[in-house]
């Protein structure tokens, strides 16, 4: 289902009076399905009025009962219950956003009426249009067939009572009379439309099965009259399916509001899937009937599919987005605690703190996880995720080890250093950063001095302030100039916390600056004195420096970096508070 017409019922109601009031002719189409009903709302062809382009399209659709009765493979007698026909109803209704005029046949007797008008009116139907037949009915078009009408005055009490039932102004219902059908009298057609009028419906459809015009041309006449004598101004309607050689412009100039082409799309639809069926039988293969048949692409684009196809997309690239924990180096700081296992296995509150990033990463829907290990890799444990390992640990730096994970950086990808705890806000947020590079940036280093001994990556902002207590920044306005460890603390507008987040564009812009960089430098490079050592905050400077844009998110604290006792007792008390 194409959610592109979404539409509520009381937006699409009152559309068929509102255009009937601005003096337009409306142009209307049968639809007996969803797909039908997105062909009629969406169909189009440009063409030439008095010398000037226009574009034509149809105004309303008309749910036809003979087309959803032959669509379910039955006849057109009332057989079809009203709840299968409110179920096709409400199908074209869920991809269409143009109003609809129901085929409501008799309507039943005057209860079943109410009925009908209650649920069509509460489903967004701008007008049910009933004939003034007995029921059962006889379809109207077959030669040959007797067609009993009810008495005019049991109609216009019907009429009354489903007038009466109504919530709306806007909703309409329309008396079609088939007197000319029944082989009654032109006066009888005039009778029976005043009748109708003086119990309050709200516009005439006069039907006929002559293949030629003149007979609806002298009622629409007549009816003009009709109008006049009783002061009132009601839309007329017709169904040019058997007179189909008038124009719409003739028609209109004749008085006629609505134009209704009330079974094309299932007679057009029948003879083309006879003739594809057909070609199959007649070569035993499908080569000779694709001809015939739609591209697969067209029906996926016109169903929604494509759409659904493309929301997958954007789902995949940020609710499954890649995280990568390059965890491989050895902290001296932690090496009695640890007794040979990785930082990652430090515990905190009952949990390691491996434990506690997969925790804030499940949070936020992130569940393909990477983790470098390296040194005590035996030791390393943790539920699903994916480890890999850097055996030259030793000899690199993080960089090295996050480009261990290097296939998982083509779509995009998240780079979360191994020793930092945060809260769940934090990635959430940065999930719906639109921008191709960011990092997490906090601002409350400007308030506090360094932690003495700790190494730690500062940021300068392009757009150096100092923020006030109140004040509104848009991640688009936030640009990293320089970054770094290396950066003068009290020059320093920000820390990094070592969360990032690369789009595919970010992250083809990052590999193809490393590829550069690894491949054509040598020695001392950005504040790594070898290229060797090439560092994450070295490669962003790089590729700032060479002009791309990395942004930042900025938090104020809420996440915590281990790198003492000291930290991993605030830790302690954090998750045991």
């Known amino acids: 289902m194409t959610l592109l017409n979404n539409i509520l019922p009381e937006q699409r109601r009152g559309k068929l009076k509102a255009l009937l009031e601005e003096g337009k002719t409306v142009r209307v189409l049968e639809a007996h399905n969803g797909l039908s009903g997105i062909i009629a709302n969406m169909a189009e062809v440009t063409g030439e009025s008095d010398g000037q382009a226009v574009v034509r399209q149809f ?119 088939e007197s000319l059908i029944a082989g009654k009298s032109m006066e009888d057609a005039l009778s029976r439309a005043r009748k109708y009028l003086q119990a309050g419906v709200d516009g005439i459809m006069i039907h006929s099965k002559s293949k030629n015009p003149d007979e609806i041309l002298e009622f629409a006449e007549k009816y003009q009259v009709v109008l006049n004598d009783l002061n009132l101004k009601k839309p007329l309607v017709c169904v040019p399916t058997t007179y189909n050689k008038i124009t719409e412009d003739e028609l209109s100039s004749a008085g006629f509001n609505i134009i209704i082409y009330a079974n094309h799309l299932l007679r057009s639809a029948y003879l083309a899937m006879m003739e594809t069926a057909k070609t199959l039988l007649r070569n035993q293969r499908s080569l000779e009937a694709d001809p015939l048949c739609a591209p697969v692409r067209e029906i996926f684009k016109i169903v929604g599919f494509l759409d659904v196809k493309e929301k997958d997309q954007q789902d995949e690239q940020t609710s499954n987005i890649p995280v990568i924990i390059p965890a491989a180096g050895e902290d001296p700081v932690f090496k009695e605690i640890l007794n040979g296992k990785p930082k990652a296995m430090l515990e905190i509150g009952g949990k390691t703190l491996i434990d506690h990033q997969i925790q804030s990463l499940s949070n936020a829907n992130l569940a393909d996880i990477t983790l470098i290990a390296g040194y005590g890799k035996d030791n390393l444990h943790a539920e699903g995720i994916n480890i890999l390992e850097n055996p030259n640990y030793q000899k690199g730096s993080l960089l090295n080890s996050l480009l261990i994970a290097k296939e998982k950086m083509t779509n995009g990808f998240i ?19 639109k921008e191709d590079i960011v990092l997490v940036a906090d601002n409350s280093t400007q308030y506090h001095q360094p932690e003495e001994g700790n190494i730690l990556d500062y940021i300068i902002s392009k757009n150096h302030y100092k923020p006030a207590r109140r004040e509104i920044r848009f991640i688009s306005e936030n640009v990293v100039a320089n970054i770094g460890n290396k950066i003068n603390p009290e020059t320093a507008t920000h820390e990094f916390i070592g969360l990032a987040r690369f789009s595919k564009t970010g992250a083809e812009q990052f590999l193809e600056t490393y590829s550069d960089v690894v491949n054509n430098f040598t020695g001392r490079f950005q504040e790594s004195e070898d290229i060797s050592k090439l560092n994450f905050t070295d490669l962003i400077q790089e590729m700032i420096d060479r002009g791309f844009a990395v942004h930042y998110m900025e938090i104020h604290k809420g996440w915590l970096e281990i790198h003492n006792a000291d930290h991993i007792a605030l830790a302690q008390k954090s998750f045991t508070a």
């Open 415 to 433: 780079m979360l250093y191994a020793d930092i705890l945060m809260e769940d806000h934090i990635l959430k947020k940065l999930m719906e950063c």
């Open 59 to 177: 105004d309303a659709i008309w749910e036809s009962s003979l087309t959803d009765s032959a669509s379910k493979g039955h006849p057109d007698i009332e057989v079809v219950t009203f709840d299968s026909r409110l179920q096709s109803i409400n199908e074209i209704l869920a991809v269409t956003d143009k109003p609809m005029i129901v085929d409501g046949d008799t309507g039943g007797d005057a209860n079943a009426f109410e009925y009908t008008v209650s649920k069509l009116e509460r489903a967004g139907v701008s007008a049910v249009i009933i004939e003034d037949k007995v029921f059962p009915k006889r379809n109207s078009l077959e030669a040959g067939v007797q067609q009993n009408l009810q008495e005019p005055e049991v109609f216009a009490q019907k009429i009354r009572r489903g007038k009466s039932i109504q919530k709306s102004s806007e909703f309409m219902i329309i008396a079609r009379i």
